[in-house]
């Protein structure tokens, strides 16, 4: 190890870096679902052979959903310090970069929802249907319990994103791993930062997909 790796452990910045990273990623995953999940239900809802189909809402909601996962995360998130200013008061650190990782998560969130739920045998939901279940009981009772496995799935494949976004949001300031990367590793020509920094990433994604894989383990078993 580096005299500047063991100083940046021993100032506490290379904990800090994982800290903000871990921060970040957990914060944006809840409210990427937050906003991802019911927009996916709704796409599932609205479409054709869905419960309520709504031609025009489907289609809004998809060109929405369509535009901003077209558009790279370097270049939105650029484009989104404006909206991460007005809504946290700064374009800087954690918080400006918490509102850009929602942003172009939550289509994505919501497309995966959307595919889970077509999962879903349309015979269970037509058995509920015909006993007379009200949309909201057939979301809460049926389509989300049958899609939990894909559901997690897709809840880890969003997370280890969100993850590799956080650390691109180094290049603006944003902190964390990336910035860590970016500052000592790329500017300061350290490549056993950079390389530290990559297997640290590398360890979370790790930890992230096999604790993923282990909840739907649990759940498929039951």
């Known amino acids: ?5 063991i100083k940046l452990w021993q100032n506490g910045i ?19 679902y937050l906003i991802g999940l019911p927009v996916g239900l709704i796409l599932r809802m609205t479409d054709r052979d869905g419960i ?8 809004t ?4 959903v ?3 996962r077209s558009i790279p995360f370097i270049i939105l998130m650029v484009a989104m310090l404006p909206v991460a200013k007005a809504i946290v008061g700064t374009s800087l650190g954690n918080r400006a970069v918490i509102v ?8 994505y969130v919501a497309r995966m929802v959307e595919s ?14 015909s006993m007379g279940a009200s949309t909201l009981r057939i979301i809460w ?6 899609a939990k496995p894909a559901l997690i799935t897709g809840a880890v494949i969003s997370t280890v994103t969100i993850l590799g976004y956080s650390a691109m949001a180094g290049a603006v300031g944003g902190g964390g791993l990336g910035d860590l990367g970016i500052r000592y590793g790329y500017q300061r020509f350290m490549p056993e930062v950079m390389w530290t920094v990559v297997i640290v990433l590398i360890i979370l994604v790790q930890g992230i997909q096999s604790f993923g894989d282990w909840i739907v383990r649990r759940i498929s078993h039951k």
Request: charged share 15%; aromatic share 8%; net charge negative.
């Open 1 to 5: 190890m580096s005299d500047l790796l």
């Open 14 to 32: 290379l904990q800090l870096g994982i800290w903000e990273t871990i921060y970040m990623t957990l914060i944006s995953t809840f409210f990427a």
């Open 52 to 59: 309520h189909p709504i031609g025009w809402l489907n289609r």
């Open 61 to 64: 909601l998809g060109i929405i």
């Open 66 to 68: 369509n535009a901003l």
């Open 100 to 107: 850009t990782l929602v942003i172009a998560a939550a289509p």
């Open 116 to 129: 889970a739920a077509k999962e879903v045998d349309a015979g269970v939901i037509e058995a509920a249907l």
């Open 141 to 146: 009772k049926v389509i989300i319990p049958e």
